[in-house]
């Protein structure tokens, strides 16, 4: 029999809706994660072989998509634990992929560094030889679930040569490890434990690394990229689909007394309702369209890759700003659950690969250039 994930998804969004204002102050989504765990979703892109549920991108997408209509944050950890597990599948050892399996383990990516910021495919932070081993040295930038992920996902430069990057499979309690000691306080997704990450001397085995060393270019292009970006512009789908219907509700429940009439029956209201409501089927649109392309290896399936974050994120930064402008004072109250949203939207936009990066990238895909 199938796993019905899609109705395991609808409980535990009610799950992460309940701890969303909470989450939004600060406190790691932790009893949605447990719920998570033990549904079953967290080894939702596990092979079945080790106790996984064995379910690929679209099903993914779906999971965070639902979950960031009630909460940024958890949709971005899921996210990110996604597309950590799926490299971790292919090169990672047997144990950990159990453990992730069996809703055990949660991973997390540690690309972004200080010193090449949003351009993650290009670490500045080294692997050492170290007898059988290696020693990492680099000033990771933001790390989502830094302080709850028992794995990281890092990049470093090759212990070889300085080209390209290798990935290493990095225990959040290795020695050597050091986080920022504030916890993180941000515009949005303010419950996803974002933190700076530190590694000073860190050792690891040569098996914690993940492929060959030099291969982590090409398993971030093939593997994280599209994985990354199709539920990253999920997670952007979700909350504007989240800022659509609540201000449509809220427009239709609110009343102009004087005029006897709710603002749902303002022309210019209704006009704004529909910008979101389509902008929003569009982007869903897209990112079906990304997941055709990839299941079939259309030609444009790169294209449709990197158009599905860009358009998702601007999108996502339009519907709510609308959303604020319907409301009007009232989507300043917390309430009204608008301003959240709002927030939240804009992170897609600086994120690794930013919009700015993407619009690049897709534009030196149109004029037939080397994208990489």
Not at 171 to 194: K, Q
Request: aromatic content about 6%; glycine content about 10%; some cysteine.
């Amino acid at each position: 029999m199938s796993f019905e994930y899609e109705s395991a998804t609808e409980s535990i969004a009610a799950i992460a809706a309940l701890h969303a204002a909470e989450t939004d102050r600060g406190t790691f989504p932790a009893h949605t994660l447990r719920a998570l765990a033990d549904a079953g979703l967290l080894g939702l892109v596990s092979a079945t072989e080790i106790g996984g549920k064995g379910l690929g991108l679209p099903a993914a997408s779906h999971v965070v998509e639902r979950l960031a209509r009630e909460c940024g944050s958890t949709a971005m950890i899921v996210c990110m634990h996604y597309a950590a597990t799926q490299v971790i599948e292919r090169h990672g050892p047997r144990e950990v992929r159990a453990a992730i399996a069996a809703g055990k383990h949660l991973s997390t990516l540690a690309f972004s560094e200080a010193g090449s910021r949003s351009h993650f495919w290009a670490p500045v932070g080294t692997a050492r030889a170290d007898g059988g081993g290696a020693l990492l040295d680099a000033r990771k930038s933001w790390v989502t679930s830094a302080r709850h992920a028992d794995s990281y996902v890092w990049s470093s430069r090759p212990v070889a040569g300085s080209e390209a990057s290798t990935l290493w499979l990095v225990p959040r309690a290795a020695a050597g490890l050091r986080l920022a000691d504030a916890a993180f306080d941000g515009l949005g997704l303010r419950g996803n434990d974002s933190s700076p990450v530190t590694a000073e001397a860190v050792r690891v085995p040569d098996t914690a690394r993940l492929g060959g060393d030099g291969a982590g270019f090409e398993i971030m292009m093939s593997v994280v990229l599209p994985w990354f970006n199709v539920m990253s512009a999920s997670v952007s789908a979700g909350l504007m689909e989240a800022a659509t219907q609540k201000a449509a509700a809220h427009v239709a429940g609110t009343a102009l007394a004087h005029l006897g009439a709710n603002l749902a029956e303002l022309p210019t209201i209704r006009a704004y309702i529909a910008r979101m409501r389509i902008a929003t089927d569009q982007v869903k649109a897209l990112i079906g369209d990304t997941l055709a392309a990839i299941a079939a290896g259309r030609a444009d399936a790169t294209l449709r890759v990197l158009e599905s974050k860009a358009a998702a994120g601007e999108a996502a930064a339009s519907v709510t700003d609308l959303a604020m402008r319907v409301c009007g004072g009232a989507a300043f109250r917390k309430e009204v659950g608008v301003e959240r949203i709002f927030r939240d939207s804009r992170a897609a936009l600086v994120m690794g690969p930013t919009t700015d990066v993407l619009y690049d990238f897709i534009g030196k895909a149109v004029c037939g250039l080397p994208v990489f």
